[in-house]
């Protein structure tokens, strides 16, 4: 097996790039969603064999390793590169950034060698623009489209792993009350939003079907303005300062209609007694709230439009990074919260399943932090030229080898 490079993937590749992931100072995802705060070390055992050890047993190590990048050992271990080289079945040939990226097909892919010789990405911000360039025979694939873009015949919809949800600052008050944050969740018209606005189904947990910690009998908050509107008043007569203006802070594309979302969940928090201010973001400034550290200074209390999508199918992906005290995602934990991630993800088999799934059921009864929305639904386009079927993982994996040619 060779790299793009022409160097050889080896067991000491293998090493050199789980180091580079996880023990250095390039702040590679991998580490911190992945990886957490596991303490691991690769040792290439011959050409083709690898150990790796771990401070304490981890049950889904094959898993976590499965998501590291593997690349040439002459990498450099202390910086991000722009030219990844890698061992698959494309390779970069031109890369113009905002623009376009083409890839090409490499001779040496050790697999299956793809339908398509090579494949160019072009960026467009407007849906309707993408899905008319399918349309038009101008491309062959378009992605993250509404219903209302145009795609026609076209058009192919499929289930996502990606989860809609608001995530509440629960230690600010007046988030602080569980009644108020109750309230938030009985003010979302979940059915409406699917029906009117995004493409899904209403969801109560930050998972789909399928990923290990799923609990079917966590359900959506139903929506029931008047209990909304009883709680806060219960709140404000408890002297709950419920007239503190909530910031909605909503990213700018994070799924089509984004701020049309927004604006319905605003309508029905005002409706519930509640004060609630809009601010849509682009990425940059958006990810300064998703991710620690948090902005500086006093924000007030905010709502945060965001998406999860759990493609490593392990609830753990999910726990540590989003609802742990510490999680990189995370504005607000409990002790006994944290206590039970910890214990789900040190166990093994049908019993992992138990505790994670008893873990979800904690969030939704006692913490209350989020106001989970959806599970999404992705709708691309295809052209008649190209045959490929979407799954779960597409919005974050599209395999180009997965495509094939329709003569």
């Keep these: 097996m060779l790299f793009h490079d022409g160097s050889p993937f080896t067991a000491a590749a293998a090493a050199f790039s789980i180091q580079r992931a996880t023990d250095s100072g390039i702040d590679c995802n991998v580490d911190g969603y992945i990886f957490a705060d596991s303490e691991l070390t690769a040792t290439p055992v011959g050409g083709t064999t690898l150990r790796v050890t771990t401070a304490k047993p981890d049950p889904i190590l094959p898993l976590r390793l499965s998501f590291v990048e593997i690349v040439p050992t002459t990498t450099d271990p202390d910086s991000r590169v722009r030219e990844p080289v890698g061992t698959g079945p494309y390779r970069i040939d031109e890369w113009n950034q905002g623009r376009y990226l083409r890839l090409k ?69 007046p988030l602080d009350d569980i009644r108020v944050r109750q309230a938030v969740n009985y003010a979302i018209d979940r059915e409406g939003l699917t029906t009117a606005v995004f493409a899904g189904r209403p969801s109560g947990q930050l998972v789909s079907k399928g990923v290990t910690g799923y609990n079917a009998s966590v359900r959506p908050w139903p929506y029931d303005p008047e209990r909304a509107r009883e709680l806060v008043a219960e709140a404000r007569a408890d002297g709950v300062r419920t007239d503190t203006t909530l910031t909605l802070i909503g990213r700018n594309g994070i799924y089509p209609k984004a701020a049309e979302a927004m604006e319905v969940v605003q309508d029905g928090l005002i409706k519930a007694g509640l004060k609630v201010r809009i601010r849509m973001l682009d990425v940059n400034a958006w ?3 998703l991710l620690r550290p948090f902005p500086a200074g006093d924000t007030g209390p905010t709502l945060l439009q965001a998406q999860h999508g759990n493609q490593a199918g392990d609830a ?27 214990r789900a993800g040190l166990a093994s088999g049908g019993n992992r399943q138990k505790a ?50 329709v003569d």
């Design 287 to 289: 990810l300064e709230y």
């Design 356 to 405: 994670f799934a008893a873990a979800f059921s904690h969030q939704r009864d006692k913490v209350v932090r989020d106001a989970v929305m959806a599970n999404m639904t992705g709708l691309l386009a295809l052209s008649p030229k190209v045959r490929y079927r979407p799954d779960s993982a597409t919005n974050d994996e599209m395999r180009l080898a997965d495509m094939r040619r």
């Design 105 to 173: 097909r490499f001779a040496g892919y050790w697999g299956k060698t793809p339908d398509f010789t090579a494949a160019t990405y072009v960026w467009r911000a407007e849906g309707s623009v993408r899905a008319a360039m399918v349309t038009n025979d101008e491309a062959d694939v378009a992605i993250g489209l509404a219903p209302e873009d145009g795609a026609g015949d076209r058009a192919v919809e499929f289930a996502t792993n990606e989860v809609s949800y608001l995530r509440m600052d629960a230690g600010k008050p």
């Design 316 to 342: 753990a992906f999910t726990m540590g990074q989003i609802y742990g005290s510490k999680g990189a995602q995370s504005s607000y934990g409990t002790a006994e919260f944290d206590a039970l991630i910890e």
